[in-house]
């Protein structure tokens, strides 16, 4: 999984004391498909009720396994109407989202939000390979003992 882009806004500077909902708003696209291996473009969003903060996370994911499993990853789960792939997404994502709202001083983000009931899917046969994108460079100091 590959983020392009993750974003916290804060909306409102007051804050607010009480309860926090967190509404979700999601978009998949299915980018490149090959055999056990499936290659889609997401965008997760996150919004408190009422309007504290807004948490957005964009970019891309691998899926790889058997095709079925993979269709079945790509459906939309009744409970949450998001597909069952997302609850993968967010569990990559989730660290960021709550790093941003202790940066902002908002209400974080529950670990749980996506959890839905797996008695029929089965998340643990189909992988969500990572990209690493970054490129990492040595440097070594030809003055050191």
């Not at 889609?40 to 079925?68: H, M, R, Y």
């Not at 902002?104 to 029929?120: A, S």
Request: hydrophobic share 40%; aromatic share 6%; proline share 6%.
């Amino acid at each position: 999984m590959e983020a392009t882009s993750i974003v916290g806004v804060k909306l409102d500077t007051k804050g607010g004391a009480g309860a926090v909902n967190f509404e979700v708003k999601a978009r998949l696209e299915e980018k490149e498909r090959k055999s056990q291996m499936v290659v889609v473009c997401f965008i997760l969003q996150l919004n408190t009720k009422p309007g504290i903060v807004k948490f957005e996370v964009e970019g891309t994911a691998t899926l790889t396994g058997k095709d079925s499993e993979i269709n079945r990853m790509l459906e939309v789960d009744p409970e949450t109407k998001l597909p069952y792939a997302f609850q993968k997404v967010y569990q990559h994502v989730f660290t960021a989202m709550y790093l941003l709202s202790t940066i902002l001083n908002t209400p974080p983000p529950p670990v749980d939000l996506l959890l839905f009931g797996r008695e029929n899917v089965s998340a643990e046969s189909v992988d969500l390979a990572s990209e690493i994108t970054e490129s990492v460079e040595e440097s070594k100091s030809e003055n050191q003992p």
